[in-house]
């Protein structure tokens, strides 16, 4: 019976730490869509934070033509708790992405410091004015990082049929596949390299309710029935 009741508990601490969601491997996978259409590419994006979950991943879907600039606003556009920081280098050069921001505790707040405008997710910045590295979230829940000068947002692309590759192109000019994947990756000290693997934003960070009660329940059982079995043995 105790080797029982210490089986069940190792498979309910399995169970307690399968409750992090999974890494998305296939468009398929993709939680949340913006768009409408017959198309569909990935957009990922990751700060690489020091710790904890910092890579996400949302999807397109589109109809005709679309650039990587179409996406990345769509997405910051419709509500997904994901915000950018862009900069305007002007006609046949397009949008640097400066910084990009994510309400990654979902409470419907966000904010960065020193304070920036979101309109419909963006924020428009220029090199000399309104760009700052080393911006943060106003919220330690959020993700939010920003650079220019002493660390980047890399930008790196991986089409079907190929691994993730430094994107030759900006993202006003980058025209979407069906089927491609962009990823947006934090340079620190301009040390560049792909997005690690990508979970959903939906996903679930810390074991369910149900997943806590149930492990807390099979320890006390555990513990009860080894004292016993040490009273009935000293008895």
Same mark, same amino acid.
């Given at each position: 019976?105790?080797?029982?009741?210490?089986?069940?508990?190792?498979?309910?601490?399995?169970? *307690? $730490?399968s409750a992090q969601a999974g890494f998305v491997t296939s468009l398929d996978d993709v939680d949340v869509w913006v768009g409408t259409g017959s198309n569909r590419a990935a957009f990922v994006v990751d700060w690489k934070t020091a710790s904890g979950t910092s890579s996400f991943i949302w999807g397109y879907r589109w109809?005709?033509?679309?650039? *990587?600039?179409?996406?990345?606003? *769509?997405?910051t556009g419709s509500n997904t708790g994901l915000y950018a920081n862009? $900069?305007?280098?002007?006609?046949?050069?397009?949008? *640097?992405?400066?910084?990009? $921001?994510?309400?990654?505790n979902h409470n419907g707040m966000f904010g960065v410091s020193p304070t920036l405008t979101f309109t419909n997710g963006i924020a428009s910045a220029d090199r000399d004015g309104g760009?700052?590295?080393?911006?943060?979230?106003?919220?330690?829940?959020?993700?939010?990082?920003?650079?220019?000068?002493?660390?980047?947002?890399?930008?790196?692309?991986?089409?079907?049929?190929?691994?993730w590759g430094y994107s030759g192109t900006g993202m006003s000019g980058r025209i979407l596949k069906d089927g491609s994947w962009d990823g947006w990756s934090f340079a620190d000290g301009f040390d560049a390299s792909p997005p690690s693997p990508a979970s959903n934003p939906t996903a679930v960070s810390t074991p369910e309710p149900s997943s806590w009660v149930l492990l807390v329940t099979g320890a006390g059982t555990l513990v009860i029935y080894a004292r016993r079995q040490r009273v009935v043995a000293l008895a």
């Open positions: 019976m105790f080797r029982q009741l210490v089986l069940c508990l190792g498979v309910l601490l399995g169970l *307690a $730490g109809d005709g033509t679309a650039t *990587a600039e179409d996406m990345l606003r *769509a997405i862009l $900069g305007d280098f002007g006609t046949g050069l397009g949008f *640097a992405l400066f910084g990009i $921001g994510f309400d990654a760009l700052a590295d080393g911006r943060s979230p106003t919220d330690p829940g959020d993700l939010y990082r920003e650079g220019w000068w002493t660390g980047y947002w890399s930008y790196w692309v991986k089409d079907p049929g190929n691994d």
